[in-house]
């Protein structure tokens, strides 16, 4: 796996002649505030050597590398997952490539069904922790000292720095910015409306079936991560259908998406 991560490393300083400031993962309907990032080369993941290809609408399938409020910035626009059919090394593949390219900061985004009963359709919330419930841990084997240590620390896995900038932006631009715990499921299955009480009674204001892989190899990896969720359903009462469904709710919420990312990227060191 090591030489994997070399081999695709090398491969794209070849095309990327500056370390990027920030790395950004891009989920379901978000793909858009790639369309921002100025003088940019796109890279599409079938030509990077041992990247997986996304299969999910919505998800095109590329890196974007550019400048983003005055940063270097390399994105995302497609993300894999484990219900895809996916190892866990390999939906998490690209965080450890990111970390060998010398990148610290780590911007998730994703579209997440809400538990919080407070929470509306087009919502924003601000992740600050996570339950995990995949069935796979990204970390389980034998651990990969060059990056992290055995049994790595997740009392902060979303950086403090990073939120109150955030909560300073929306402020400022009078987004309403809620703040919760993100639950990672497995999937692909919407959740049932037991399961959704369930994820309420542990704790839970949102679930996704992403994110918390890539966040738990990123901090193994020691880098900073900032995490936001566009609530495209309301699961304790509503009913979603699709995934189109999902992205045509999330491409609604993208203008405060963008600005709240663009402010933590260009105030955040």
């Given at each position: 796996?090591?030489?994997?991560?070399q081999?695709?490393?090398?491969?794209?300083?070849?095309?990327?002649?500056?370390?990027?400031?920030?790395?950004?993962?891009?989920?379901?309907?978000?793909?858009?505030?790639?369309?921002?990032?100025?003088?940019?080369?796109?890279?599409?993941?079938?030509?990077?050597?041992?990247?997986?290809?996304?299969?999910?609408?919505?998800?095109?399938?590329?890196?974007?590398?550019?400048?983003?409020?005055?940063?270097?910035?390399?994105?995302?626009?497609?993300?894999?997952?484990?219900?895809?059919?996916?190892?866990?090394?390999?939906?998490?593949?690209p965080?450890?490539?990111?970390?060998?390219?010398?990148?610290?900061?780590?911007?998730?985004?994703?579209?997440?069904?809400g538990?919080?009963?407070?929470?509306?359709?087009?919502?924003?919330?601000?992740?600050?922790?996570?339950?995990?419930?995949?069935?796979?841990?990204?970390?389980?084997?034998k651990?990969?000292?060059?990056f992290?240590?055995?049994?790595?620390?997740?009392?902060?896995?979303?950086?403090?720095?990073?939120?109150?900038?955030?909560?300073q932006?929306?402020?400022?631009?009078?987004?309403?910015?809620?703040?919760?715990?993100?639950?990672?499921?497995?999937?692909?299955?919407?959740e049932?409306?037991?399961?959704?009480?369930?994820?309420?009674?542990?704790?839970?204001?949102?679930?996704?079936?992403?994110?918390?892989?890539?966040?738990?190899?990123?901090?193994?990896?020691?880098?900073?991560?900032?995490?936001l969720?566009?609530?495209?359903?309301?699961?304790?009462?509503?009913?979603?259908?699709?995934?189109?469904e999902?992205?045509?709710?999330?491409?609604?919420?993208?203008?405060?998406?963008?600005?709240?990312?663009?402010?933590?990227?260009?105030?955040?060191?």
């Amino acid at each position: 796996m090591l030489e994997k991560i070399q081999q695709t490393t090398s491969f794209l300083k070849n095309k990327i002649k500056q370390t990027p400031d920030f790395a950004i993962i891009l989920g379901s309907g978000l793909g858009n505030l790639a369309e921002t990032i100025t003088d940019s080369i796109s890279i599409p993941y079938k030509e990077i050597p041992n990247f997986p290809i996304s299969t999910v609408e919505g998800h095109a399938g590329e890196l974007i590398f550019g400048n983003l409020s005055g940063k270097y910035v390399l994105a995302m626009k497609g993300r894999f997952h484990f219900y895809e059919g996916y190892s866990m090394q390999q939906v998490t593949f690209p965080i450890r490539v990111m970390s060998m390219l010398g990148i610290k900061n780590l911007i998730v985004s994703n579209a997440a069904g809400g538990i919080n009963p407070q929470f509306r359709t087009g919502s924003i919330m601000m992740i600050t922790d996570h339950i995990n419930l995949f069935p796979e841990h990204p970390l389980r084997g034998k651990n990969m000292d060059f990056f992290g240590p055995r049994f790595p620390d997740m009392s902060c896995a979303y950086d403090p720095e990073f939120r109150k900038i955030a909560l300073q932006i929306a402020k400022e631009n009078q987004i309403t910015l809620h703040q919760g715990v993100y639950v990672g499921n497995q999937g692909p299955t919407f959740e049932t409306p037991a399961e959704y009480r369930y994820f309420h009674t542990i704790g839970g204001d949102a679930v996704g079936m992403s994110t918390v892989p890539e966040v738990i190899v990123a901090n193994h990896c020691g880098m900073r991560v900032f995490a936001l969720s566009v609530i495209t359903n309301e699961g304790l009462s509503d009913q979603i259908n699709s995934h189109e469904e999902v992205q045509e709710n999330a491409n609604l919420t993208q203008p405060n998406m963008t600005t709240i990312i663009k402010g933590v990227i260009k105030r955040g060191n």
